[in-house]
């Protein structure tokens, strides 16, 4: 028997929670104290997720499926990098040079 595919809503969800988790649970094991703000971030991206399937309205701020628009990614991966210690990471252009 052939199991049904999986909804695209649903695993954007599910992805987005589990990455905000990991992030605060990796901050937390490192020792490492987040800003008020970051800590008022994770919280509210993930009730919104929780309640609403996305964290945002607008849909010019990310696709379609999403569940965090570009912006939130980008923070998000910001606030883990800091949790892992890593520096922040380099803008590159299109063309792979560094600004």
């Given at each position: 028997?052939?199991?049904a595919?999986?909804?695209p809503r ?8 589990n990455a905000?988790?990991?992030?605060r649970r990796?901050?937390d094991r490192a020792?490492v ?9 994770l ?6 997720v ?5 964290a945002?309205?607008d849909?010019e701020?990310?696709a ?6 570009v912006?939130?990614t ?8 800091k949790?892992k ?13 560094t600004?």
């Amino acid at each position: 028997m052939k199991r049904a595919a999986p909804d695209p809503r649903a695993q954007a969800k599910r992805s987005a929670l589990n990455a905000l988790r990991r992030a605060r649970r990796t901050a937390d094991r490192a020792g490492v104290d987040l800003s008020e703000w970051e800590g008022e971030f994770l919280g509210s991206i993930e009730e919104r997720v929780k309640t609403y399937g996305r964290a945002f309205g607008d849909p010019e701020k990310g696709a379609a499926g999403a569940a965090l628009s570009v912006m939130q990614t980008v923070k998000l991966k910001e606030i883990s990098a800091k949790a892992k210690g890593k520096p922040p990471g380099r803008r590159t252009s299109r063309a792979g040079e560094t600004r």
